[in-house]
């Protein structure tokens, strides 16, 4: 079975730190994805990876950016947190042109103060 | 502008009866449609999916419609039960006609209640 591990569950910062959220695959997936999931507004694409150091643009990028330096960790940063950025962080990664096989991890609750 | 739509923010329905749950697409080029279950503090879990080359795909209770022409598609569980209740995204991809590592667009989702 995939497994898509993010770093926390549950995370509180303040307004103006850095934040990093850590997602990790173990099944060697080429493509990873960070959504925000807001309620009334779904699943929103922050930002995406097809390979090591690639990375694309989603729908929502300002105020994030990401790093991909090894293939199976994806790490989503908040360089200055606002109150703002407060929602659920969903990692999922899978394999190029199987989309039936795209696995969320379990989310990370980011609060911001 | 939302490229795929769930208009119904929630639905309750009886255990035992038909769970209908619909998604409008605006994208001609959307040719990949999937449907996503998502449990308060989980992350979203596949349910089921259907190519544009099809018209109804099934397994087990749950079976999904896909109208090409309407921009339509739509899950149906039966019967439903007490463990279908959470929320259901739609989510949609130019698999095969646009690139292939592009994120799935989702639709805003759809809160199930099965009422006992």
């Known amino acids: 079975d995939v497994k898509v591990t993010q770093s926390s569950r549950y995370l509180v910062k303040r307004t103006g730190e850095k934040v990093f959220l850590e997602c990790v695959q173990d099944m060697d997936h080429e493509n990873m994805f960070w959504y925000r999931q807001d309620p009334g507004l779904g699943l929103r694409l922050i930002y995406f990876?097809?390979?090591?150091?690639?990375?694309e643009k989603g729908d929502i990028p300002e105020g994030y950016s990401v790093s991909r330096e090894k293939k199976e960790r994806f790490s989503l940063i908040l360089e200055s947190a606002s109150t703002n950025q407060t929602s659920m962080y969903l990692c999922a990664s899978r394999p190029t042109h199987q989309f039936n096989t795209q696995c969320f991890g379990p989310g990370t609750r980011l609060t911001v103060l | 502008d939302q490229q795929v739509k769930q208009n119904s923010p929630s639905l309750s329905v009886q255990e035992g009866r038909i769970s209908i749950l619909n998604c409008d697409y605006t994208n001609s080029m959307f040719d990949y449609f999937l449907w996503y279950k998502k449990y308060p503090a989980e992350g979203p879990t596949f349910l089921i999916s259907i190519s544009s080359i099809k018209d109804k795909n099934e397994d087990g209770r749950f079976t999904v419609f896909l109208n090409k022409s309407a921009k339509h598609l739509s899950l149906h569980i039966v019967p439903s039960q007490p463990g279908d209740s959470a929320v259901y995204f739609c989510?949609?991809?130019?698999?095969?006609?646009?690139?292939?590592?592009?994120?799935?667009?989702f639709g805003k989702g759809t809160h199930l209640i099965i009422q006992p």
């Open positions: 990876s097809y390979d090591v150091k690639m990375k």
């Open positions: 989510a949609a991809s130019a698999a095969y006609s646009g690139g292939g590592a592009d994120g799935l667009t």
